[in-house]
């Protein structure tokens, strides 16, 4: 049987890693942006951590139990270890949710429209968000100057050479 199992523990490899990098930049790094300065690269980061909390909420009802109320957007290199110790939380409660029946949940969207999704639909779309938005980093860091993360070292093909 294929399931999504290998793409969050992958996910979960990925968004480590990303966190690791940042944390070997300087602070100013934080502040990066391509294209829109709203989107720097300390709210992307904390973006893609405080989705993935979202989406364990639309899937079970229940947010996962982390450090601190929601995930931190870094101000300094040092709150970045907070954010990593928040995405491995989450990224374990979405790994959990993969094995869950998959039936459609309701709720009221950012547009105040009731909507319904598969589970499947918001487990899957948890990754490619995630995805998405290390993009996006990458291109932040890069357009600033900064190094920028190495995607192609954090694609599935790494992702299977480092865990065997």
């Known amino acids: ?3 999504v199992e290998r793409l969050l523990k992958h996910m979960a490899w990925a968004n480590q890693h990303t966190i690791s990098h ?17 989107w720097k690269v300390s709210e992307i980061i904390r973006h893609i951590v405080e989705s993935g909390r979202f989406y364990v909420y639309r899937i079970t009802g229940s947010f996962p139990a982390i450090p601190g109320e929601k995930a931190v957007e870094p101000q300094s290199i040092s709150d970045l ?7 491995a939380a989450i990224d374990q409660a979405l790994l959990a949710c993969e094995p869950l029946e998959d039936i459609q949940v309701e709720f009221t969207n950012y547009e105040k429209k009731l909507v319904k999704r598969w589970r499947s639909t918001i487990l899957s779309q948890s990754i490619h ?29 790494s992702y299977e050479s480092a865990k065997g």
Do not use: C
Request: hydrophobic share 45%.
């Open 1 to 3: 049987m294929i399931s």
């Open 22 to 38: 940042l944390e070997t930049l300087p602070v100013e790094a934080l502040n990066a942006y391509a294209t829109n300065e709203e």
């Open 81 to 87: 270890a907070m954010l990593k110790t928040q995405a």
């Open 129 to 157: 968000h995630a995805t998405e938005h290390r993009a996006q980093l990458a291109s932040a860091l890069e357009a600033k100057g900064f190094e920028p993360i190495d995607l192609d070292e954090l694609d599935l093909w």
